[in-house]
Structure formats: C-alpha cells, structure tokens
C-alpha cells in the first residue's frame, strides 16, 4: 500500500482526488505511471485547502449555513455556496463520527471557516488539529497510512478485506493479494487496551510470553473510553482477545490485552 486516499466522482469523467500530503509526490508518480495508453490528464488543484466539521453536532451545524448539506449520503459530495464563496462539501470524516469536509482554495476557505466557527458557537464547536483527529480515529480503529498501512503490509492484513473485490476483474496487485488470500500471512492488525503502566506510543516493541511479538502501529489514551488503548501488528495466531501483551517503551513496561476493534462506534442516528 503506497497511500490511503478518497476518490469522489464529481461528474462522468471527472474525479477529485483526496491524498495525504505527505504522500503527494508519491501518488501522483503512480498515477502517472499506471494511467497507461488511456487519455486522462491528472491536474493538480492550485492552493488547494480542506477543513473538517466533524461530531455528532457537526451536520446540524452546516445547516445553518446550507440547508442543502443534510441531503448528502454518506460518502456523497456536492457543491454549496457558503457566504460569499462555494465549496465542495462531503459527508466523510476520519473520527468515527458523523460529520462533513469541506474542500476549496485556501483564499476562499478561509471566509468559509470564520463562518463555520460563528455559527458554531451555539453548536460548542471547537477548533481541533490533527492531533485530536488521530486520537478519534484511534478509537474508532481507523487505519491511518504510515501507521497500519505502509508498503510492508497489505490491505488483507490491515483488515481492508472490504476494500478489495476479487469478482470485478483484473486490478493491480490482485494475483499478489489471491495468493496471500490463499496462503495466509503471518501478521495482522490487532486492537489492545492498556490495563497498567501508562499510554503506548507509536513504536512501543510488543512481547507475547516473553517473545518479541511485533510493534505498536498507533496508541493514545481514549477521552471517550477514558483508558490507554493502541493497535500493532501482531502474530496471526495471536488469540482475537484476551492475550496478554507486554509493551516496553523505552525505560517503562506495560501491561496489555488484546481486544477486538473498533473500541468505539457511534450510536447510530
């Protein structure tokens, strides 16, 4: 896996892909690499920005501001003026809540968002940063790349099964992924509460019976569980739930259970 990204279809043969940054030369390198004899042009969006409203509040929000924004599904995106600019607007997110982003060029982004914090001082919105984002996506056992996803690992063993479909044809990497489907892998990702010691960082070195078991991929303490709680790979023979870990960071040891994901869902509104 080179990269975790969303693609909206915005009209026949027109799409807006979403990268990480971080990852941005990489993907297009591949884009462009892999686009073959077939006539497509990929542009890259100028002073392209993105702001995320996100929670159970966050929709009810937004229809202050647009009363069209509810009638997106899940995963939809549509244009909508807000103010005096428009924005491209999404009902997607990365912190196991509901919510939406919203993506236009950082000149017309920033009006938007002065808006979106006055109309969500009735809401108790509060501006968070990435920080804040990766310890929710946590919870929710969302797999963020350079974490649980890398070009070590492959989605099956991320458990992206549902990402992959054998049945629609040839794709890049499908003979590599059957055969892994068939053979089995070694390692997969696994979710772990931390019962005693303190909150496992990423890059904490795991130990199952005294035997050096894999690595900590993500780790946080939980606001909402309210409780240290991370994800590693580890041995697929490793029990679903239950085994006891010891994760040693630096000087200070750990004690751990695995658990299975997610350690948070949303209730269903």
Known sequence: MIDDIFIYR?????????????????????????KKNYAITILEAPYAAAIAVQGPKAVNLMTDLSDDIPSLGRNQMAEFPIGDYSALVARTGYTGED???????????????????????????KPCGL??????RTEAAYPLYGHELDEHHTSLQAGLAWVVSFDKGDFIGRDALVKQKEQGFREKLYGFKVESGGVARPGGQIFIKGQAAGAVTSGTFSPTLGIPIGIAYLPTKTAESGEKLVIQQGTREFQAVTVKPPFYKREKR
Do not use: Q
């Open 131 to 136: 920080g804040a984002r990766d310890t929710l």
């Open 99 to 125: 919510g939406v982003e919203l993506f236009a060029p950082a000149g017309h982004l920033l009006p938007i968002s002065e808006l979106i914090i006055k109309a969500g001082l009735k809401w108790d919105l």
């Open 10 to 34: 915005l009209e026949e043969e027109k799409y807006l892909v979403i990268v990480n940054a971080s990852r941005k030369e990489v993907d297009l390198a591949w884009m462009e690499s892999n």
